[in-house]
C-alpha cells in the first residue's frame, strides 16, 4: 500500500457495504476498504499511514454545478456579498477604486437588493459619482443581472434607441427611455468591452479557484465555461498542476471548434474532460427573469424571459447529440422546466444513444413534469445553498402557494428521480456544507425560518451525500471509477474533522474540512 487511513469513520457510498474504518491505497486506487485488521497485513515499511479517530470520511465530494474560472476571478474582485445595503455597497466600491489606474475597468459581484433594508434596485446613478474616472460594472448575485455606470453604457455603445437583445432586456427610464444602468440577460453587451484575461491571467484565476475547492474538500468540479477557459484548465494539466478533477461544460457555439481540436474523443485525461452541452432556457428568480406558467405574485405583467424558443433549443440539443454530447439546461422557473424536458424529450426521438442529460437549478417546478424527468432518466442538478438566499425572495415572488414546489428536493426523490447537487459558485459560496446542511435542515445557518421551509421536503444526510458524490459519478459517465470508496475506484476522498452522522446539522457550517485525497495524494491538510 502506498497510503493506508486508520481509525475513521468510513461512509463509503456503496449499499452493499457502507461503513467502514479502514482504506488502503495503491498506485492512485483504492485497493482494500475494511477494519483495522484487514487493511493493516497489507502495508510495509513504505506505507504512508494516517491515524484519524473521529473523522468523518466519504467519496470525495463532487461540486456538479459551478463555473471555475469565474470563481477564481471573483475572488479578486469587489465582494458584494451578503452587504445589507445599496450604501454599504456603495462604500466597498469606493474603497476600491484607489486601486484601479483612471480608465480601468472596475468589477464586483454579489450584490442581492432583496437582502438591503430598501429593495429598490440600483441605478448607474449609484456608481456614477463614485466612478468617476473609470467604467464599472457589478455582477448580480444570480449573474444573470449587471448594475453599470455611465461610462460602462458609453463604452459598449448602449443608448435609448440600443435594442434589446434576443432574451434580455436594457432597462429604461419610463419617461426619458434612457438606459437606467440596469441590464437583465444581457451581460454579454458589456463584457464584449472588457479586455479578457489573458492564458496567463486565467491560469492564475483557474489556481486560485482550485485551492478554494480543495480547502473546502472538494475534489471534483462540473464547471460551465467556454474553450477559452478550457485552454488554461488544459494548459494546467500539461503542467501538472491540476489537482482537482473538472467536468467541463460548454456552449453550443463551442461544438465545432472542440471538435476540429479533437476534444470531443475519448483520448481524455483523468484530470480534464469535456461533458454536456450547455443551454439556457430562462433566467434567475432574483433578476425576475425565470420562466413562468402564470404571473409573478408581485408583478402580475411579467411571466420572466425565454432565452430561447423551444422550438431552438430542440435544434440545439440535436447538435449536441450529433456531436455524441449530452446536454445540461439551465432552467429555474417552472415553464423554463417544462420547455427544457419536453425539448429533450422531442430530441430524443431523433437520438438512439442513451443519453445522461441534465436540468440545471429545477428552482421551481409542476409536480406532473417529474415523470417526464423520471422516465428521460433526466438528473435534476440543483443547489440546496440556495434556498438560505431565496426563500424569502421566493415567496414574494412566486407566492406560498407555488413555493410548494419550489427547492422541491424530497419530492423530486420520491418520483424517482436522480438528483446531484452543486453551489453554482461564485453566486454562492463553495462550501459543500453549506449545501448538506440547506438539503438537511431547510434553514438558513441561523436557523431560520424556525421550522424549516415546507420542511417536508427535507433530505437525510445519506441522500444529501449522493447528491455530491454517486450522481455526479453517474451523470459525467465516471460511475465505475468515482462516486463511492469502493475497490479499484479513483483514491478521492473527503475528510471532515468531525462525524457529521453525529454532530447536529445546525453547527454543519461550523466544521472544519480536515483533509482533501485527490488520486491518491494529499492535496489539501488542515
Request: with cysteine.
Given at each position: 500500500m502506498d497510503l493506508a487511513i486508520f481509525s475513521a469513520r468510513v461512509f463509503t457510498g456503496n449499499p452493499k457495504r457502507p461503513w467502514a474504518e479502514a482504506i488502503g491505497i495503491k498506485k492512485h486506487r483504492i485497493a482494500a476498504v475494511g477494519s483495522n485488521e484487514t487493511i493493516k497485513p497489507l502495508c510495509n515499511t513504505k506505507t504512508m499511514t494516517l491515524e484519524l479517530p473521529g473523522r468523518l470520511i466519504t467519496p470525495g465530494i463532487v461540486d456538479a454545478h459551478l463555473h471555475f474560472i469565474s470563481l477564481g476571478m471573483a475572488l479578486k474582485w469587489v465582494d458584494l456579498r451578503n452587504l445589507k445595503s445599496l450604501s454599504a455597497c456603495r462604500e466597498k466600491i469606493k474603497a476600491s477604486v484607489a486601486s484601479h489606474r483612471p480608465g480601468?475597468?472596475?468589477?464586483?459581484?454579489?450584490?442581492?437588493?432583496?437582502?438591503?433594508?430598501?429593495?429598490?434596485?440600483?441605478?448607474?446613478?449609484?456608481?456614477?459619482?463614485?466612478?468617476?474616472?473609470?467604467?464599472?460594472?457589478?455582477?448580480?448575485?444570480?449573474?444573470?443581472?449587471?448594475?453599470?455606470?455611465?461610462?460602462?453604457?458609453?463604452?459598449?455603445?448602449?443608448?435609448?434607441?440600443?435594442?434589446?437583445?434576443?432574451?434580455?432586456?436594457?432597462?429604461?427610464?419610463?419617461?426619458?427611455?434612457?438606459p437606467t444602468g440596469l441590464l437583465r440577460e444581457a451581460r454579454k453587451l458589456i463584457e464584449n468591452h472588457i479586455p479578457a484575461p489573458t492564458l496567463e491571467e486565467r491560469m492564475e484565476f483557474a489556481l486560485i479557484a482550485q485551492k478554494e475547492a480543495l480547502r473546502y474538500g472538494i475534489t471534483g468540479v462540473h464547471s460551465c465555461e467556454t474553450l477559452q477557459q478550457w485552454d488554461a484548465l488544459s494548459d494546467l494539466d500539461s503542467e501538472g498542476k491540476l489537482k482537482i478533477r473538472?467536468?467541463?461544460?460548454?456552449?453550443?457555439?463551442?461544438?465545432?471548434?472542440a471538435a476540429s481540436q479533437g476534444l470531443l474523443s475519448n483520448s481524455e485525461s483523468k484530470r480534464l474532460w469535456l461533458g454536456h452541452v450547455k443551454l439556457f432556457a430562462d433566467g434567475s428568480l432574483g433578476a425576475g427573469t425565470a420562466l413562468l406558467h402564470e404571473p409573478y405574485t408581485d408583478a402580475p405583467t411579467e411571466r420572466g424571459i425565454a432565452c430561447m424558443s423551444k422550438e431552438e433549443m430542440i435544434e440545439k440539443i440535436k447538435q449536441a447529440y450529433q456531436h455524441d454530447r449530452d446536454v445540461a439546461i439551465h432552467a429555474i422557473g417552472d415553464l423554463g422546466v417544462t420547455n427544457a424536458i419536453e425539448a429533450i424529450c422531442t430530441a430524443r426521438n431523433h437520438s438512439t444513444t442513451a443519453r445522461r442529460d441534465r436540468i440545471e437549478h429545477v428552482q421551481l417546478f409542476r409536480p406532473q413534469d417529474l415523470e417526464k424527468f423520471r422516465k428521460l432518466d433526466v438528473v435534476a442538478s440543483v443547489q440546496?445553498?440556495?434556498?438560505?438566499?431565496?426563500?424569502?425572495?421566493?415567496?414574494?415572488?412566486?407566492?406560498?402557494?407555488?413555493?410548494?414546489?419550489?427547492?422541491?428536493?424530497?419530492?423530486?426523490?420520491?418520483?424517482?428521480?436522480?438528483?446531484?447537487?452543486?453551489?453554482?459558485?461564485?453566486?454562492e459560496p463553495i462550501n459543500p456544507l453549506l449545501g448538506l446542511q440547506a438539503a438537511v435542515t431547510r434553514k438558513t445557518p441561523d436557523g431560520q425560518p424556525e421550522d424549516g421551509w415546507y420542511p417536508e421536503e427535507k433530505l437525510n444526510l445519506h441522500q444529501a451525500i449522493e447528491g455530491f458524490t454517486v450522481i455526479p459519478a453517474w451523470t459525467a459517465r465516471k460511475e465505475t471509477l468515482s462516486g463511492t470508496i469502493e475497490r479499484g475506484k479513483w483514491a478521492d476522498l473527503t475528510v471532515f474533522d468531525r462525524d457529521l452522522f453525529k454532530t447536529p446539522a445546525q453547527a454543519w457550517h461550523t466544521v472544519d474540512i480536515e483533509m482533501t485525497i485527490v488520486d491518491g495524494e494529499v492535496v489539501y491538510q488542515k
Open positions: 480601468q475597468w472596475i468589477i464586483g459581484r454579489g450584490w442581492n437588493h432583496h437582502k438591503w433594508d430598501d429593495t429598490t434596485e440600483p441605478s448607474m446613478k449609484d456608481l456614477d459619482d463614485i466612478t468617476p474616472n473609470n467604467p464599472a460594472m457589478m455582477i448580480r448575485a444570480c449573474g444573470h443581472s449587471v448594475w453599470v455606470n455611465s461610462e460602462a453604457l458609453r463604452r459598449a455603445g448602449i443608448t435609448s434607441t440600443t435594442p434589446d437583445p434576443p432574451g434580455g432586456k436594457i432597462e429604461r427610464d419610463p419617461v426619458s427611455g434612457k473538472i467536468h467541463h461544460l460548454t456552449p453550443p457555439e463551442d461544438l465545432n471548434e440546496p445553498v440556495f434556498l438560505s438566499t431565496d426563500w424569502q425572495p421566493a415567496l414574494k415572488r412566486w407566492g406560498a402557494e407555488r413555493c410548494r414546489y419550489g427547492y422541491a428536493w424530497k419530492s423530486i426523490l420520491k418520483a424517482g428521480v436522480r438528483q446531484q447537487f452543486g453551489s453554482d459558485a461564485p453566486v
